[in-house]
Protein backbone atom coordinates (compact mmCIF):
# COMPACT_ATOMS: atom_id res chain seq x y z
CA UNK A 1 0.00 0.00 0.00
CA UNK A 2 2.70 2.43 0.47
CA UNK A 3 4.38 1.72 -2.71
CA UNK A 4 1.08 2.39 -4.55
CA UNK A 5 0.64 5.07 -2.45
CA UNK A 6 3.77 6.79 -3.12
CA UNK A 7 3.80 5.91 -7.20
CA UNK A 8 0.15 7.67 -6.76
CA UNK A 9 1.54 10.72 -5.38
CA UNK A 10 4.50 11.09 -6.75
CA UNK A 11 3.80 10.10 -10.68
CA UNK A 12 6.58 9.87 -13.54
CA UNK A 13 6.80 13.58 -15.36
CA UNK A 14 5.75 13.26 -19.33
CA UNK A 15 8.30 13.45 -22.38
CA UNK A 16 6.83 16.03 -23.81
CA UNK A 17 4.47 18.87 -21.73
CA UNK A 18 1.69 20.30 -24.03
CA UNK A 19 3.65 23.63 -23.96
CA UNK A 20 7.26 22.51 -25.01
CA UNK A 21 5.29 20.76 -28.31
CA UNK A 22 3.40 23.94 -29.24
CA UNK A 23 6.57 25.45 -28.91
CA UNK A 24 8.23 22.81 -30.72
CA UNK A 25 5.57 23.80 -33.65
CA UNK A 26 5.89 27.25 -33.86
CA UNK A 27 9.46 27.08 -34.26
CA UNK A 28 9.10 24.73 -37.11
CA UNK A 29 6.61 26.95 -38.88
CA UNK A 30 8.71 29.82 -38.76
CA UNK A 31 12.16 28.34 -39.46
CA UNK A 32 9.54 27.34 -42.82
CA UNK A 33 8.72 30.84 -43.43
CA UNK A 34 11.81 32.18 -43.65
CA UNK A 35 13.13 29.82 -45.91
CA UNK A 36 10.06 30.60 -47.67
CA UNK A 37 10.43 34.37 -47.87
CA UNK A 38 14.62 34.22 -48.55
CA UNK A 39 13.88 32.18 -51.56
CA UNK A 40 10.98 33.86 -52.72
CA UNK A 41 13.12 37.11 -52.08
CA UNK A 42 15.97 35.81 -54.42
CA UNK A 43 13.99 35.05 -57.39
CA UNK A 44 12.99 38.47 -57.25
CA UNK A 45 16.25 39.67 -57.40
CA UNK A 46 17.12 37.46 -60.58
CA UNK A 47 13.59 37.92 -62.54
CA UNK A 48 13.64 35.58 -65.52
CA UNK A 49 14.41 36.49 -69.02
CA UNK A 50 11.05 36.24 -71.73
CA UNK A 51 11.23 33.35 -73.40
CA UNK A 52 9.39 31.77 -76.49
CA UNK A 53 9.94 28.01 -76.31
CA UNK A 54 12.93 28.41 -74.24
CA UNK A 55 14.76 30.34 -76.74
CA UNK A 56 15.26 34.21 -75.62
CA UNK A 57 13.26 37.36 -77.24
CA UNK A 58 16.86 38.91 -77.41
CA UNK A 59 18.60 36.14 -79.56
CA UNK A 60 15.23 36.12 -81.64
CA UNK A 61 15.62 40.18 -81.85
CA UNK A 62 19.22 40.21 -83.11
CA UNK A 63 18.71 37.49 -85.33
CA UNK A 64 15.88 39.21 -87.42
CA UNK A 65 17.49 42.31 -87.39
CA UNK A 66 20.80 40.34 -89.05
CA UNK A 67 18.58 38.70 -91.81
CA UNK A 68 17.10 42.12 -92.81
CA UNK A 69 20.60 43.83 -92.98
CA UNK A 70 21.46 41.45 -95.26
CA UNK A 71 18.51 41.85 -97.09
CA UNK A 72 19.30 45.44 -97.31
CA UNK A 73 23.35 44.78 -98.69
CA UNK A 74 22.43 42.28 -101.49
CA UNK A 75 19.71 44.38 -102.63
CA UNK A 76 21.87 47.41 -102.64
CA UNK A 77 24.85 45.90 -104.09
CA UNK A 78 22.78 44.35 -106.93
CA UNK A 79 21.60 47.42 -108.80
CA UNK A 80 23.84 49.70 -110.15
CA UNK A 81 21.49 52.92 -109.03
CA UNK A 82 24.77 54.25 -107.06
CA UNK A 83 25.55 56.83 -109.32
CA UNK A 84 23.42 58.61 -111.98
CA UNK A 85 25.17 60.41 -114.59
CA UNK A 86 22.79 62.52 -117.35
CA UNK A 87 24.82 63.77 -120.14
CA UNK A 88 24.48 65.02 -123.42
CA UNK A 89 27.63 62.95 -125.55
CA UNK A 90 26.74 64.50 -129.14
CA UNK A 91 24.00 66.77 -130.82
CA UNK A 92 22.45 63.37 -132.49
CA UNK A 93 22.01 61.24 -128.92
CA UNK A 94 21.82 61.43 -124.88
CA UNK A 95 23.27 58.81 -122.56
CA UNK A 96 21.79 58.13 -118.90
CA UNK A 97 24.70 56.37 -116.92
CA UNK A 98 24.58 54.03 -114.15
CA UNK A 99 27.50 53.16 -111.87
CA UNK A 100 27.50 50.19 -109.18
CA UNK A 101 30.00 48.65 -106.83
CA UNK A 102 30.42 45.82 -109.26
CA UNK A 103 28.76 46.76 -113.00
CA UNK A 104 27.45 50.44 -114.53
CA UNK A 105 24.71 50.32 -117.38
CA UNK A 106 24.13 53.13 -119.83
CA UNK A 107 20.86 53.61 -121.69
CA UNK A 108 21.32 55.46 -124.94
CA UNK A 109 19.11 58.32 -126.84
CA UNK A 110 17.66 59.02 -123.64
CA UNK A 111 14.19 61.20 -123.88
CA UNK A 112 13.95 60.14 -127.59
CA UNK A 113 12.55 55.83 -127.21
CA UNK A 114 11.86 54.96 -124.06
CA UNK A 115 11.48 51.54 -125.08
CA UNK A 116 15.50 51.21 -125.34
CA UNK A 117 17.09 48.68 -122.95
CA UNK A 118 19.92 49.58 -121.17
CA UNK A 119 23.18 47.96 -122.05
CA UNK A 120 25.13 46.23 -118.64
CA UNK A 121 28.58 45.20 -118.10
CA UNK A 122 30.66 44.47 -115.56
CA UNK A 123 33.61 46.85 -114.97
CA UNK A 124 36.09 44.06 -115.59
CA UNK A 125 34.71 43.41 -119.14
CA UNK A 126 33.23 46.83 -120.76
CA UNK A 127 31.04 46.22 -123.60
CA UNK A 128 29.92 49.65 -124.53
CA UNK A 129 30.32 51.76 -127.34
CA UNK A 130 28.50 50.08 -130.18
CA UNK A 131 28.37 52.88 -132.40
CA UNK A 132 31.38 54.68 -130.84
CA UNK A 133 29.41 57.48 -129.77
CA UNK A 134 31.21 57.37 -126.16
CA UNK A 135 34.26 55.63 -125.10
CA UNK A 136 33.11 54.37 -122.30
CA UNK A 137 34.89 51.15 -123.67
CA UNK A 138 38.63 52.63 -123.31
CA UNK A 139 37.80 52.35 -119.37
CA UNK A 140 41.12 52.45 -117.60
CA UNK A 141 40.91 50.24 -114.62
CA UNK A 142 43.38 52.04 -112.87
CA UNK A 143 41.23 55.12 -112.28
CA UNK A 144 38.73 53.70 -110.91
CA UNK A 145 40.92 51.33 -107.98
CA UNK A 146 38.89 52.97 -105.42
CA UNK A 147 35.76 51.35 -106.69
CA UNK A 148 37.47 47.86 -107.15
CA UNK A 149 38.47 48.70 -103.41
CA UNK A 150 35.44 49.75 -102.18
CA UNK A 151 33.49 46.43 -103.63
CA UNK A 152 35.65 44.42 -102.15
CA UNK A 153 35.33 45.79 -98.55
CA UNK A 154 31.80 46.07 -99.14
CA UNK A 155 31.68 42.32 -100.54
CA UNK A 156 33.58 41.06 -97.44
CA UNK A 157 31.77 42.92 -95.17
CA UNK A 158 28.23 41.48 -96.31
CA UNK A 159 29.81 37.69 -96.29
CA UNK A 160 30.60 37.96 -92.71
CA UNK A 161 27.63 39.10 -91.45
CA UNK A 162 26.13 35.97 -93.19
CA UNK A 163 28.42 33.79 -92.06
CA UNK A 164 27.49 35.40 -88.28
CA UNK A 165 23.88 34.83 -89.63
CA UNK A 166 24.27 31.03 -89.66
CA UNK A 167 26.29 30.80 -86.35
CA UNK A 168 23.27 32.38 -84.98
CA UNK A 169 21.08 29.90 -86.22
CA UNK A 170 22.45 26.95 -85.19
CA UNK A 171 22.57 28.38 -81.49
CA UNK A 172 18.96 28.80 -82.09
CA UNK A 173 18.30 25.60 -82.66
CA UNK A 174 20.59 23.97 -80.64
CA UNK A 175 20.50 25.79 -77.52
CA UNK A 176 21.87 23.32 -74.92
CA UNK A 177 25.61 23.76 -77.05
CA UNK A 178 27.42 26.36 -75.56
CA UNK A 179 26.09 29.94 -76.33
CA UNK A 180 28.37 31.93 -74.55
CA UNK A 181 31.20 30.67 -77.17
CA UNK A 182 29.18 30.90 -80.43
CA UNK A 183 27.59 34.77 -79.58
CA UNK A 184 31.08 35.81 -79.01
CA UNK A 185 32.32 34.27 -82.30
CA UNK A 186 29.43 36.24 -84.08
CA UNK A 187 29.62 39.32 -82.45
CA UNK A 188 33.92 39.30 -83.65
CA UNK A 189 32.13 38.37 -87.05
CA UNK A 190 29.36 40.97 -87.07
CA UNK A 191 31.93 43.60 -85.86
CA UNK A 192 34.59 42.84 -88.32
CA UNK A 193 31.96 43.12 -90.89
CA UNK A 194 30.59 46.61 -89.79
CA UNK A 195 34.41 48.19 -90.35
CA UNK A 196 34.37 46.15 -94.13
CA UNK A 197 31.23 47.63 -94.64
CA UNK A 198 31.93 51.21 -93.35
CA UNK A 199 35.13 51.20 -95.17
CA UNK A 200 33.17 50.10 -98.65
CA UNK A 201 31.33 53.13 -97.66
CA UNK A 202 34.32 55.71 -97.31
CA UNK A 203 35.94 54.71 -100.31
CA UNK A 204 33.44 54.62 -103.06
CA UNK A 205 33.35 58.72 -103.21
CA UNK A 206 36.83 58.57 -104.31
CA UNK A 207 36.12 57.15 -107.60
CA UNK A 208 34.76 61.39 -108.52
CA UNK A 209 38.72 61.90 -108.61
CA UNK A 210 39.05 60.13 -111.32
CA UNK A 211 39.50 60.67 -115.25
CA UNK A 212 36.40 58.36 -115.76
CA UNK A 213 33.94 59.95 -113.78
CA UNK A 214 35.35 63.78 -114.50
CA UNK A 215 34.22 63.07 -118.03
CA UNK A 216 30.88 62.47 -116.97
CA UNK A 217 30.31 64.90 -113.45
CA UNK A 218 32.26 67.16 -114.81
CA UNK A 219 35.71 69.07 -114.27
CA UNK A 220 34.43 70.07 -110.43
CA UNK A 221 34.21 66.50 -109.51
CA UNK A 222 36.64 65.36 -107.01
CA UNK A 223 37.01 63.26 -104.28
CA UNK A 224 33.66 63.34 -101.93
CA UNK A 225 32.73 66.09 -104.61
CA UNK A 226 30.20 64.48 -106.92
CA UNK A 227 29.75 67.31 -109.45
CA UNK A 228 26.96 67.19 -112.13
CA UNK A 229 26.28 63.69 -110.72
CA UNK A 230 23.61 62.82 -108.42
CA UNK A 231 23.58 59.84 -105.64
CA UNK A 232 21.25 56.50 -106.52
CA UNK A 233 19.06 55.03 -104.32
CA UNK A 234 21.37 52.15 -103.83
CA UNK A 235 23.69 53.98 -102.35
CA UNK A 236 21.20 55.82 -99.79
CA UNK A 237 19.96 52.59 -99.09
CA UNK A 238 23.42 50.83 -98.61
CA UNK A 239 24.42 53.99 -96.12
CA UNK A 240 21.27 53.38 -93.89
CA UNK A 241 21.87 50.37 -93.84
CA UNK A 242 25.39 50.31 -92.91
CA UNK A 243 24.54 52.51 -90.10
CA UNK A 244 22.08 50.19 -88.87
CA UNK A 245 24.03 46.67 -89.17
CA UNK A 246 26.33 48.88 -85.98
CA UNK A 247 23.66 47.71 -84.20
CA UNK A 248 24.32 44.30 -84.97
CA UNK A 249 27.43 43.46 -82.15
CA UNK A 250 25.80 44.89 -79.14
CA UNK A 251 23.11 42.66 -79.76
CA UNK A 252 24.91 39.94 -79.98
CA UNK A 253 26.73 40.35 -76.50
CA UNK A 254 23.04 40.90 -74.86
CA UNK A 255 22.14 37.99 -76.61
CA UNK A 256 24.59 36.14 -75.24
CA UNK A 257 24.28 37.45 -71.41
CA UNK A 258 20.70 36.01 -71.67
CA UNK A 259 21.57 32.90 -72.93
CA UNK A 260 23.69 32.30 -70.00
CA UNK A 261 20.65 33.80 -67.83
CA UNK A 262 18.36 31.55 -69.41
CA UNK A 263 21.07 28.42 -68.31
CA UNK A 264 21.16 29.09 -64.76
CA UNK A 265 17.56 29.01 -64.64
CA UNK A 266 18.01 25.49 -66.29
CA UNK A 267 15.42 26.83 -69.13
CA UNK A 268 17.68 25.40 -71.49
Known amino acids: MRYAQLSCKDPAPPLFTPDLETKAMASSRTESTRNLIHSSSSHKLRPRPVTVSGVSVASTTWLACTFLIIIGLVVAAGFPQWTTINSPTTSLQAINIETGLFYMCYTPGLGQDSSVQPICSLYVYPEFSPSNRTNLASIDLSDIVYLFTSSICYGVGTCLIMLSLIIGIVAYCKPRIKEKSIYLVA ?15 VLFPLIYHSDFARQFCGTQADYYVRGKCSVGWCAQLAMVVVSLSFYLPPLAIFSMNIADGLKSYGCC
Not at 187 to 201: E, H, R
Open 187 to 201: FVLQLFACLFLLAGM
